[in-house]
């Protein structure tokens, strides 16, 4: 069974920092690219940033590039978002997906998904 748990969300304030998990379980993680998408109340799920299967090709979306950062280690088979400098804007369910082709994309097309986690940002 494809498993994607999400953890480290929280409440923080502004300025302060979070570092998010995703273990995966159920599939070949080394084959696939990780997503993270957050969605706020009354918004789109939106991409915030995806590494490639290889670890070749990171993204980041404009507005967290400078202040979040993406790892994986494949070992554990988990996929890290590092978020620093936190916004009130970024208050959202943050999830972590799965794409199968090991390329990754900013689009929510992803195969698998997890259940997210809530990160506020208090002003």
């Known amino acids: 069974e494809v498993q994607l748990v999400e953890s480290g969300g929280g409440l923080v304030q502004a300025g302060g920092s979070l570092r998010l998990s995703c273990a995966a379980s159920g599939f070949s993680f080394d084959d696939y690219a990780i997503g993270w998408f957050r969605q706020a109340p009354g918004k789109e799920r939106e991409g915030v940033s995806y590494?490639?299967?290889?670890?070749?090709?990171?993204y980041y979306r404009s507005s967290v590039r400078g202040r979040f950062t993406i790892s994986s280690d494949n070992a554990k088979n988990t996929v890290y978002l590092q978020m620093n400098s936190l916004k009130p804007e970024d208050t959202a369910v943050y999830y972590c997906?799965?794409?199968?082709?090991?390329?990754?994309?900013?689009?929510?097309?992803?195969?698998?998904w997890g259940q997210g986690t809530q990160v506020t940002v208090s002003s």
């Open positions: 997906a799965a794409d199968p082709s090991g390329l990754g994309t900013i689009v929510p097309n992803y195969a698998y």
């Open positions: 590494i490639s299967s290889n670890g070749g090709t990171v």
